[in-house]
């Protein structure tokens, strides 16, 4: 149920309630409460998760035929509606702004959060920054960009502690590059990111589809 309170200015915000059932399960479908190595991969150890959540949104949006700039903040509060359902508050900011060099468009966006009470090892933030040039049309784009984030030490909450049984530093940086095409039935996007220790990943991605 979401309840969306009139703009005012360029300020707008969202509340909203919902009930989420998270179920992970293996390659096979089945459902499973532990990983390979015995460690839960849910909160609260069994093979699901279940919570009510309470979450509120506010965005601030300014844009010009040069430049843009976006930002929101959602805070979401678990209601324990059941005493084994997840207990938490969560806030999550995100922050983007766009200027027009010449042909070329910066994008730089920044996201953080930060999450006390019940936390599932499946939660995750993320960051990055992004410059598109124009090819040969405006419907063709080609893009590079600079993926960086850090976890500001903080993995070993993880219930399990993952990221150190996988190796993980906590912190990074990737570059990347990819293809935008804009077209009548949606936008496409191709991203490779080259990540550290000569690994590699590619994303597609669809979005804004013409009904």
């Given at each position: 149920?979401?309840?969306?309170?009139?703009?005012?200015?360029?300020?707008?915000?969202?509340?909203?309630?919902?009930?989420?059932?998270?179920?992970?399960?293996?390659?096979?479908?089945?459902?499973?409460?532990?990983?390979?190595?015995?460690?839960p991969v849910?909160?609260?150890?069994?093979?699901?998760?279940?919570?009510?959540?309470?979450?509120?949104?506010?965005?601030?949006?300014?844009?010009?035929?040069?430049?843009?700039?976006?930002?929101?903040?959602?805070?979401?509060?678990?209601?324990?509606?059941?005493?084994?359902?997840?207990?938490?508050?969560?806030?999550?900011?995100?922050?983007?702004?766009?200027?027009?060099?010449?042909?070329?468009?910066?994008?730089?966006r920044m996201?953080?959060?930060?999450?006390?009470?019940?936390?599932?090892?499946?939660?995750?933030?993320?960051?990055?920054?992004?410059?598109?040039?124009?090819?040969?049309?405006?419907?063709?784009?080609?893009?590079?960009?600079?993926?960086?984030?850090?976890?500001?030490?903080?993995?070993?909450?993880?219930?399990?502690?993952?990221?150190?049984?996988?190796?993980?530093?906590?912190?990074?940086?990737?570059?990347?590059?990819?293809?935008?095409?804009?077209?009548?039935?949606g936008h496409?996007?191709?991203?490779?990111?080259?990540?550290?220790?000569?690994?590699?990943?590619?994303?597609?991605?669809?979005?804004?589809?013409?009904?």
């Amino acid at each position: 149920m979401d309840l969306n309170e009139p703009a005012s200015s360029k300020w707008s915000s969202t509340t909203s309630i919902k009930f989420e059932h998270v179920r992970p399960v293996n390659d096979n479908g089945r459902p499973m409460s532990r990983d390979l190595d015995g460690f839960p991969v849910t909160c609260s150890g069994s093979p699901h998760d279940s919570m009510v959540v309470l979450k509120q949104e506010s965005r601030y949006a300014k844009a010009n035929d040069r430049s843009f700039f976006h930002f929101s903040l959602q805070i979401e509060q678990g209601i324990p509606v059941l005493s084994k359902w997840l207990i938490f508050n969560k806030f999550k900011f995100v922050a983007s702004k766009g200027v027009k060099l010449g042909p070329a468009f910066l994008l730089t966006r920044m996201t953080g959060g930060s999450i006390v009470g019940d936390m599932a090892p499946y939660q995750a933030f993320g960051n990055w920054r992004e410059l598109t040039l124009p090819l040969y049309n405006k419907m063709l784009e080609g893009a590079v960009f600079l993926d960086c984030g850090t976890d500001l030490g903080s993995a070993h909450h993880v219930p399990g502690n993952p990221a150190l049984r996988l190796g993980k530093p906590g912190s990074g940086v990737g570059l990347g590059y990819g293809l935008r095409l804009k077209s009548q039935f949606g936008h496409f996007v191709v991203d490779t990111l080259l990540m550290p220790f000569q690994q590699k990943t590619v994303y597609f991605g669809i979005s804004n589809l013409a009904s």
